[in-house]
């Protein structure tokens, strides 16, 4: 029998407008037999964080080359948390500078993906997490 | 360009050649893929000789340098008269600190400036917003008022410098403030040289940074057109971009089509409103891509002269020599930077700029080897413009006009490139038009199809990216990348709380007030936009009430 579909949410949080990269990771996702919702571009971490509880999502895939990520990653994970949502997985993409990561990770993101990662390892670490 | 007679005996030497030769030397070493393609996908052949230009005519298609169609440039003498400008996109932080940046760019030898602005600028909102939180300062300057033009071009003269902004949306109300800081240094209107990037169909398309809905961007984008046809002579008024359109993944065809389809569309707007087509045509001005095939990229550039020359004397009756011609500025692939084995990226924008100068440039943007990983820092910028110096002074290719035409290939390209775009137009004209296309989601879906494909076959293998899926090795962390000061935020909040204290209130009320009387009319904004700056009207302030009137542009996504 086959299991549920894995759920997941690409969002663009901030203002940055580079969505080449999240719509590609959506597209491949989708290809990949998950149901993938897309936000669009300027979503606040409020509007991100109510999309990905009305959906009903497994996972939360954020996108920031603007280097707004500092604040606006770690901004919906603590959203997250005070609405006690613990079984939703963050992941983050864009241009993030390797410094940065340990940070990002503290706050709750699960992995950062930065540019050159293959979508197939992407949807590998999806898949190992959402079981 | 071959006469029949010859014509006929090369084909039939080819014949042979390919029978004979070539199947021979394919038994012993066959090719290295069945299939060859340029970096956009399209088909390379083996070779190609003059059978390829059979239908071509060197007087009409090529002519020469300066005279229609363009193709081989719209100087007579390119770059033995001047090289193109060096012009470095640039910006971060406070406009303190992006002075600064200026100024070492000017001393190593830069020859125009290049703005970038933080986003919430580009947006429309200062920096005390919500929506600012954690993006001031980041991708460029942030500039809410007057005060902080004045700061961004403090000891820079503006009748010595050409000075390009990257702003779309709020086009009209930082060009206020450029000609205001200007004026305060006793410079005229009519003396500023520069260009404004005022280009909001693509930002629907590609690069995101709208605020209205595309009628009254299109009014606001006229509207300036008319103020510096009576204001500003030397000012390019649009630099119709095509390079977000490609680094959001379209291929070279889909980058001359879309770039030109909205120039057809903001050609039409002009003339709607009652400018004549030789009145502001001439200072309409171009923004290309140049990315890794370099000959596809030679090839692009000459098809899109070509291409909008047809268009503005066929289709708008353009008379005026200046109003055929397509002049643009030129940045190296951002996209094709890589964050591995950064340093190789020096070697790729070398390859892109190459392709820009060879495909006759009027002005440049190298991109710095760092640019995967954070904003350039100043080394890596050096680096950069020290690659165009290098093309310009030592390559040789500047020392005769439009070298590569000629070659089998590059016009062979260049007729293929210009017909495929062209039948592109051709659709967009029967959904009806730019701004439809993009309502309907067609341009974006076009351009997202190629970036999908594009990733597929670098993670098959069938694109080599080095360093990437091939030559990989074990790296450490980048070293020295630029970090933006994360005061930043804090202290432009509190000089803009400063600045709302000292400023004549009533005066920027009553400024505001008449704004938003006559947004509501069809009359020209620039000058009202201008009284509000220089009250010190902020960016923000402005911007609301035009989207009270405007209302806001929502995109619909389609994956």
């Given amino acids: 029998m086959e299991g549920k579909k894995i759920r997941i949410l690409i969002a663009k949080p901030g203002l940055d407008g580079h969505d080449r990269g999240a719509k590609v990771v959506a597209r491949a996702l989708r290809d990949a037999g998950m149901e993938v919702i897309y936000t669009g571009l300027r979503q606040t971490p409020e509007q991100i964080v109510e999309t990905a509880i009305q959906e009903d999502v497994d996972v939360i895939g954020l996108s920031i080359l603007s280097g707004a990520h500092t604040h606006l990653f770690p901004k919906v994970m603590e959203l997250l948390k005070e609405n006690d949502i613990k079984d939703i997985i963050v992941m983050g993409g864009g241009v993030i500078p390797e410094e940065d990561i340990p940070e990002l990770k503290k706050a709750g993101i699960a992995e950062i993906f930065t540019p050159g990662t293959d979508t197939r390892d992407i949807i590998k670490f999806i898949k190992e997490k959402v079981r | ?559």
């Avoid at chain 2, 007057?146 to 700061?151: A, I, V, Y």
Wanted: charged share 25%; net charge neutral; proline share 3%.
């Fill in chain 2, 1 to 559: 360009m071959f006469d029949k007679e010859e014509m006929k005996k090369i084909k039939q030497l080819k014949n042979e050649w390919e029978n004979n030769v070539v199947q021979k030397t394919l038994k012993r070493f066959p090719e290295r893929k069945d299939k060859f393609v340029t970096g956009s996908g399209k088909k390379v052949e083996r070779l190609y000789t003059p059978v390829d230009l059979e239908e071509s005519d060197h007087n009409k298609d090529l002519n020469f340098p300066g005279q229609y169609p363009y193709t081989r440039g719209v100087q007579p003498t390119m770059y033995r008269g001047r090289f193109w400008t060096m012009r470095q996109y640039a910006g971060f932080g406070t406009a303190e600190e992006s002075n600064k940046r200026y100024k070492y760019l000017l001393n190593q030898g830069q020859t125009g400036l290049s703005v970038a602005f933080d986003l919430p600028t580009q947006i429309g909102y200062d920096s005390d917003h919500t929506m600012s939180l954690g993006e001031v300062g980041k991708v460029g300057v942030a500039i809410d008022s007057l005060k902080d033009m004045e700061m961004l071009f403090d000891g820079i003269s503006l009748d010595k410098v050409s000075t390009s902004m990257t702003i779309n949306a709020p086009a009209p109300v930082l060009l206020a403030m450029y000609i205001a800081v200007a004026e305060k240094q006793g410079v005229a209107p009519d003396k500023l040289k520069g260009t404004i990037q005022n280009d909001v169909l693509k930002e629907y398309i590609a690069r995101g940074t709208y605020i209205f809905p595309p009628a009254p961007s299109m009014r606001l984008i006229t509207n300036i057109f008319e103020f510096c046809f009576k204001e500003m002579p030397l000012w390019n008024t649009i630099s119709i971009s095509g390079y977000h359109i490609r680094e959001a993944g379209a291929t070279a065809v889909q980058e001359v089509a879309f770039t030109l389809a909205d120039g057809i569309a903001y050609v039409d707007a002009a003339i709607k409103i009652g400018l004549k087509v030789d009145d502001f045509a001439p200072r309409l001005s171009f923004f290309f891509n140049a990315h890794n095939d370099l000959l596809e990229e030679v090839a692009k550039f000459r098809a899109a002269r070509r291409l909008w020359a047809k268009i503005m004397k066929e289709r708008f009756g353009a008379k005026n020599e200046k109003s055929l011609m397509l002049r643009f500025h030129t940045q190296t692939a951002g996209c094709t930077l890589t964050a591995q084995q950064a340093d190789n990226n020096i070697a790729r924008v070398t390859i892109q700029a190459l392709a820009a100068v060879l495909g006759g440039t009027q002005s440049l943007h190298t991109n710095s080897r760092d640019e995967a990983l954070a904003l350039p820092a100043e080394d890596s910028v050096r680096i950069a413009l020290r690659t165009q110096q290098l093309l310009a002074y030592e390559s040789g290719v500047t020392e005769t006009v439009d070298p590569l035409a000629g070659s089998y290939y590059v016009e062979t390209l260049t007729n293929e490139i210009e017909k495929q775009a062209l039948e592109y137009i051709e659709k967009i004209d029967k959904i009806g038009g730019v701004t439809q296309a993009i309502e309907k989601g067609f341009i974006q879906q076009e351009i997202q199809n190629s970036a999908y494909q594009y990733q597929k076959d670098i993670e098959e293998s069938k694109r080599i990216v080095v360093g990437v899926n091939k030559f990989k090795i074990k790296e450490g962390s980048p070293k020295g990348l630029l970090k933006v000061n994360p005061e930043v935020g804090r202290r432009q909040v509190e000089e803009l709380k400063k600045l709302k204290e000292e400023r004549d209130n009533h005066k920027v009320k009553e400024n505001l007030k008449l704004l938003e009387k006559t947004a509501k009319t069809d009359a020209n904004l620039m000058p009202l936009i201008l009284d509000c700056v220089k009250s010190y009207a902020t960016l923000g302030e402005i911007c609301d009430i035009l989207r009270s009137i405007f209302g806001e542009y929502k995109e619909s996504v389609k994956l």
